[in-house]
Structure formats: C-alpha cells, structure tokens
C-alpha cells in the first residue's frame, strides 16, 4: 500500500519547471508562484499544503489550464498545458454542479460532450452512480442534495471520463468533520480502485497526513514550495498512532511559520490578501 | 393543530372585508347617496358583466356549434383581440429581445456597442411613442403591436443581459473542465444558468405588454377590452366600464397565472423552489 517508495518507478504524470505567475491589480503586483519546480508521478496522491494566499490554488489552476502561468512550462500527460480539459478532471471545494441538470446528468453532461452513444453514456453513468453509492439520487437535483452528496456527484462526473488525473481544489473544506473522514475515505477507495493520480490542494494538516503520499508544503507569498513531506505511513491511517501525531507536528510547525507570516503581513496591510479574489477575476 | 386556522377560518377572514365593503357600496348605491353614474350597485355591474359576456343570438343548432355560440358575446370577443394582441405584440418584442440580450450579455464587445443607445432608449415609456406610432403605422393593429412590443422589449432584454452576466463563473470553468466550450457551452451552461433572470424578464415583459395593450386599444384600435371601456364612458355606463376594468383584471391575472406555472416548472432545480 505504500507507494511512495515506487514514485521513481513511475512515468511521470505532472512536471511543473519554473512556473511563475504574478497578478497585477493596478499598479500593484502580487507574487502568487514564484519558482514553482515540481514533478508528480503516475498513480500518486499528492497534497499540496498551506495556509490561505500561499498560491495552492493558483497551481492547481495552472495544471488545470483555467490560468496559465506568468512564465515557465506546466506539462501534463506528456502534452504543455494550454487549456483546459478532460484529461484533468477537476473537483471544486463549491462542487459546480450544474444546478438545472439532475444527478445522472451531470455525471453524463462530459460523456454527451464527447458524442458517445446513448447507451454507452447510460452504462458508464450507472455504473458510477452505484460505485458511489448514488443510485437512489440519480434522478433528484443537486439542491436536493446534502454537501457529501454533491461531491459524490462532482467526483462521478469526473471519473465519467476516466481521466489519467483528478485535481481537487479543497474539495472537503465545506463538510462537517464526519462526512469530510468519509469522504476521505470514499477516496482512497477510490484513488485505489480507479488507479487516478491526485493532486489535492488543501489547508488542513490532518487531511494532508491521512490522503497523501506527499506533502508539498507551500510558503506564503510568494509562493514557493517549503518542503516535500513523504508520508510513509500504512493506510488505512490511525491518526492517534505515534507516527501520525509525530509527522503532524512537524507539518504543523512548518505551516504556522507560513501562517504566521500571514497574519504579520495582514497586520501591516490589511485587506492585501488579494490573490484568490483577483484569481477569480482573471481566470477564464 | 390549534393554532392552524382551518381552511373554512381562512375563507372567511379573506372574504369577510371585501363582502362587508361590497355591502356597505350597494346599500350606498341604492340608498343614492351615490350617483349611479358615479359608482353604479356592485348588483348592476355583476349584471352588466353578465349582459356584456352572453351571447346576444338565441342559439340555432343548425346555424353554428355550441361553443362557438356560446363566445359569441361581446366581452369574449374583445378579451380574445386583446390576448391576440399581447401575444402578438409579446412575441414580436420578446424574442429580439432575448438574442440581444445573451450576445450583450456574453460578448462585451457587442454590449459596448449596444449599451449606450440602449440606456438612452430605455427609460422612455413605451406611452410616449403613441403619436409616433400613429404617425408612422397610422390606426389599427399596426401602432398597437410596435407599442407592446417596445413594452415588452426592455424588460426581457436587461433582464436577458444581467441573467448572462451572472453566470456563476464556477460552472463555466467546470463546463470547460469537462470539455465544453463555444456552442456547447452556451446553450448547455450560460442559457440554463440564465434562465431564471430570463423568465423573470418574461414574465415582467408580458405584465408591461398587458398594460400597453390597455392604452394601445384606447388610442389606435377599435376592438379588445381597452377599446370597450372607454366606449362605454361617452354613453356614460359607468356600469361596464367598471365590468370591462374587472374583465381587465381577470385576465392580467390568468396571463399571471399562466407565466407563474411555465416559471415554477422550468425552474424546479431551482433552489428558491420546492
């Protein structure tokens, strides 16, 4: 189960090279990513770690293709990323559902888009609705749906295009702490079962030790990567055992050093944690 | 279960004010203390209603069917030419409306371009086009179709334009994640998105269409409902001006009712619906 040890065995999947992305609001420039290197291996679970504004989205955008890089090459399943696409299915913290369309049809909505044949499209999208346990929602709408749920849905219409990769943006942040340890859980199963590389982007330190192969902590502002973290720990993960507790304080203690050069910089300008925000605004 | 009103309470409290002043207006009318010209007995407009919906022809088998006879009054009549003429007027100003609208909405070049003749435009009611319109389409249908249109028109139009522009742009990235883009995406993503500030567009578009025809069929034309009552006030029957103006109301509502059921079924995913 450990597969950290077999990364360099494996092709690799994502390589990030000197990736830079700098925002300007005006006259004023934010250093998002700065001499960003990275190299993500087929089949791994990555976890990119690090407090808000330190760009862990901005990177997970730029392998996705929603926001290129500044300068430098995002590279992903051997092709330079441009734009994006199926082949880097992406699962948002806000789930982005398409709202007007029921559960069997949002997982169907990219097998439609890529012109198969209704009963091809039928198969697939059964198949996933009862490999995730959301038979008995297929014909409901989204807002009919607890938060769980919709990540149910958001990661079945992914897999519905059976992508190399899924990239996952906080995509348990919004969920109460019992169903985020089962959705956790739902993913691993998952991660196993489908053989996807994952790269995770999240703030919770705990979250990063129980999924992840590595950890890529992150600093703040400019964004660079602190440290890798491996995590050679047996799943499933006891987070009360010796190793957890002992590898989570080393995250924790590298994550408030970023943090708190957050609040410091927050104290002296507040309001400049701009990043995400002009993200939002400048992502197509 | 006590504190819950029965459906019986319900009925009583909604028409206990509207019987009472019903009341209070006939006894006042037959007593005289009001002209009858003035505000004719509730009584004498119920059966001027009456009078002005029947057929005036006694029914021949031979001569026509049925139904046909029985619309055969006046009030159907004109209920019919002014729901033609909304309907008409709607659909002549709605659907420009709604394709100006998703290509303002989604090419700011195009919304550039527009927008300031638009907004120079907008805030004339579509009333004060009535000497031009007679001017240019002279009397008749013609006036009282440009004049719904241009009613219906805006409404659907701004609505059409703030409906595409605030697509959540998290579905657009995910619809592009999932390898939608150009058409596809419109009429998948940006048209559902948008639909439920398209529909209210709609429905306050048909709401001003109903009040143009109104005015229109005062001025230009001499059929439908607003054409009737004020027919009926130079032979000073003040009795079917207020029938017409209660026909005028039933039908506004019915259109209401009509948009109101098209909307709740169309929006059903909608979260501010059950």
């Known amino acids: 189960m450990n597969d950290a040890k077999n990364i360099l065995s494996r092709s690799p999947q994502v390589i990030i090279k000197n990736v830079d992305k700098v925002f300007s609001s005006g006259d004023k420039e934010v250093i998002a990513l700065k001499e960003i290197n990275l190299t993500i291996y087929s089949g791994?679970?990555?976890?990119?770690?690090?407090?808000?504004g330190c760009g862990k989205s901005t990177l997970l955008n730029a392998i996705a293709g929603f926001s290129l890089p500044t300068s430098g090459k995002v590279y992903a399943n051997g092709e330079e990323v441009a734009l994006p696409g199926p082949d880097r299915g992406m699962v948002f913290q806000e789930y982005a559902l398409f709202p007007w369309m029921t559960v069997a049809e949002n997982i169907a909505f990219g097998l439609e888009i890529k012109k198969l044949p209704k009963q091809t499209i039928r198969e697939k999208v059964d198949t996933l609705l009862t490999k995730l346990q959301l038979l008995e929602f297929r014909d409901r709408f989204p807002k009919d749906l607890s938060g769980g749920m919709k990540q149910r849905v958001a990661i079945a219409r992914v897999l519905a295009l059976d992508p190399p990769m899924m990239?996952?943006?906080e995509p348990f942040g919004a969920l109460d702490a019992l169903t985020r340890?089962?959705?956790q859980d739902e993913l691993l199963r998952i991660w196993l079962e489908f053989k996807k590389t994952i790269i995770f982007v999240t703030h919770g330190i705990e979250e990063?030790?129980?999924?992840?192969?590595?950890?890529?902590v992150?600093?703040?502002r400019p964004g660079t990567i602190k440290q890798i973290v491996p995590v050679e720990l047996y799943r499933p993960r006891d987070v009360s055992s010796p190793q957890f507790i002992s590898l989570q304080k080393e995250l924790t203690s590298l994550v408030m050093e970023e943090q708190m050069r957050f609040r410091n910089e927050e104290m002296r300008e507040?309001?400049?944690d701009v990043s995400e925000r002009e993200e939002n605004e400048q992502v197509t | 279960m006590k504190n819950r009103p029965s459906f019986l309470t319900k009925l009583l409290y909604a028409i206990l004010l509207p019987v009472f002043l019903l009341a209070l207006w006939e006894t006042l009318a037959r007593q005289g203390i009001i002209s009858p010209h003035i505000l004719p007995a509730p009584s004498r407009v119920f059966f001027r209603w009456i009078d002005y919906a029947r057929p005036h022809e006694p029914y021949d088998a031979g001569?026509?069917?049925?139904?046909?006879?029985f619309f055969s009054g006046e009030l159907p009549h004109d209920a019919l030419a002014s729901s033609m003429r909304v309907l008409g007027g709607f659909a002549i100003g709605a659907i420009p409306a709604l394709v100006l609208g998703l290509l303002m909405g989604a090419s700011t070049f195009i919304y550039r371009l527009f927008n300031p003749l638009i907004q120079i435009l907008r805030p004339i009611p579509p009333i004060a086009y009535i000497p031009l319109a007679i001017l240019w389409f002279g009397l008749g249908n013609p006036p009282a179709f440009f004049l719904i249109s241009l009613g219906a028109f805006f409404p659907v139009l701004m609505n059409t334009i703030s409906g595409v522009r605030h697509v959540d742009r998290l579905l657009i990235?995910?619809?592009r994640n999932l390898g939608a883009n150009g058409h596809t995406l419109f009429l998948r993503i940006i048209l559902p998105a948008a639909m439920p500030y398209i529909l209210t567009g709609l429905r306050v578009g048909v709401g001003v269409a109903f009040i143009v025809v109104i005015v229109a069929e005062m001025i230009a034309v001499n059929s439908g409902l607003g054409y009737r009552i004020l027919e009926a006030r130079e032979f000073l029957w003040s009795d079917k001006i207020i029938a017409g103006m209660i026909t005028i109301g039933l039908l506004g509502l019915t259109i209401d009712t009509a948009m109101s059921r098209i909307n709740h079924h169309l929006l059903r995913w909608h979260s501010g619906h059950e």
């Open chain 1, 181 to 183: 340890r089962t959705m």
């Open chain 1, 44 to 52: 791994e679970f990555v976890v990119i770690l690090g407090p808000s």
């Open chain 1, 218 to 220: 992150m600093t703040y």
């Open chain 1, 208 to 216: 990063s030790i129980y999924l992840a192969d590595r950890v890529v």
């Open chain 1, 167 to 169: 990239l996952m943006d």
């Open chain 1, 270 to 272: 507040p309001g400049r």
């Open chain 2, 63 to 69: 001569k026509t069917n049925f139904i046909a006879w």
């Open chain 2, 173 to 175: 990235r995910a619809a």
